[in-house]
């Protein structure tokens, strides 16, 4: 599936280890804070064509998914809660209110994707059984 992607690459040094070429090395180092359509593979790596003949492939540390305009994300009583990611912060997502008419009720607000995640999980993960209640 393709989904909009920005290189995050932090450190180059486990890339310099496994790749040989400096030419490839060059591919994801000019890649790197650039935004891409890519090709997300089901162990999460990510395939980004980078030229009509090159292309990288991204762990997923490596990359950030992007949302790049306001995206509805459901209602919450008669507004809409919208997201979009934080052009200021590659790691962290804008949330908003807004009226039926598109107007902001309320401003929008950072929070990191991992405060998300982990919220979602502890409100809508699947709890691990332990020994005792099997």
């Known amino acids: 599936m393709k989904r909009r992607i920005k290189v995050t690459i932090a450190d180059f040094e486990s ?3 496994n790749l040989n070429n400096p030419e ?32 990288i492939e991204l762990a997923p540390g490596e ?13 919450i009583g008669e507004l809409t809660l919208q997201t979009m990611s934080d052009p200021a912060d590659d790691k962290a997502l804008l949330y908003r209110t807004v009226d039926a008419g598109g107007k902001e009720v309320q401003a929008p607000v950072s929070l990191p994707k991992q405060v998300v995640e982990l919220v979602a999980k502890t409100w809508f993960g699947k709890k691990q059984k332990t020994e005792t209640e099997a």
Request: proline content about 0%.
């Open 63 to 75: 990359y950030q998914l992007m949302i790049e305009e306001w995206t509805d994300a459901g209602k």
């Open 24 to 55: 490839e090395l060059a591919l994801y180092e000019t890649a790197n804070g650039n935004t891409y359509d890519a090709e997300i593979e089901h162990d999460g790596y990510a395939i980004v064509d980078v030229t009509e003949d090159d292309y």
């Open 15 to 17: 890339l310099k280890e």
